[in-house]
């Protein structure tokens, strides 16, 4: 009988994500299937969720909502920068990523979405924070040894969301 998946056991998945509108923006289509231990926080809580209780060879959809995913979009994090604090020789231009430093000097990316005279506005927020995500899962092994930690870059670690999408 197959395993049935709880919180703590390393599996392999394949999956697409997409939008509502139904653009897909990552797949582990033609690459080796997502290998993760579930419930440690290397994905967003939703997609953690949504493979506890299946086993291996099912397959799933799941609706994410934007607080199980990549957090609610927050005005609070859309800051303006004035002119006179960006160093002169620093290109700035619209859709251009730069790393700011929170409190703790932890770099926090931001993508600069407006410039005027006057400042340069960045929006700080996770490129898919607001947004509902969808993803077909299929559960490719379970039972797997879970690697040594290593810094998370796959499906909504809080840091870079998922491993391809772009979207970062």
């Not at 998946?5 to 080796?32: C, H, K, L, M, P």
């Not at 209780?53 to 859309?78: F, P, S």
């Not at 604090?85 to 409190?103: A, C, M, S, T």
């Not at 039972?143 to 809080?158: F, I, K, M, N, R």
């Amino acid at each position: 009988m197959a395993e049935i998946i709880q919180t703590g056991d390393t599996i392999s998945v394949n999956y697409t994500g997409r939008f509502e509108d139904g653009q897909v923006f990552d797949s582990s289509e033609g690459r080796a299937p997502l290998k993760f231990t579930v419930g440690s926080g290397q994905l967003i809580k939703g997609f953690d969720d949504a493979v506890v209780g299946l086993k291996q060879g099912d397959k799933t959809t799941v609706t994410i909502e934007a607080k199980d995913g990549y957090g609610e979009y927050r005005d609070d994090l859309v800051i303006a920068v004035p002119k006179a604090n960006v160093p002169e020789n620093l290109e700035i231009e619209i859709g251009k990523r730069f790393h700011l430093r929170d409190q703790s000097g932890r770099p926090v990316p931001a993508v600069v979405v407006e410039i005027t005279e006057e400042a340069v506005k960045l929006d700080a927020n996770h490129a898919m924070a607001g947004k509902t995500l969808i993803f077909d899962i299929e559960v490719v092994e379970t039972g797997l040894q879970a690697e040594a930690p290593q810094a998370a870059s796959h499906c909504g670690d809080g840091s870079n969301g998922c491993r391809g999408c772009g979207q970062h």
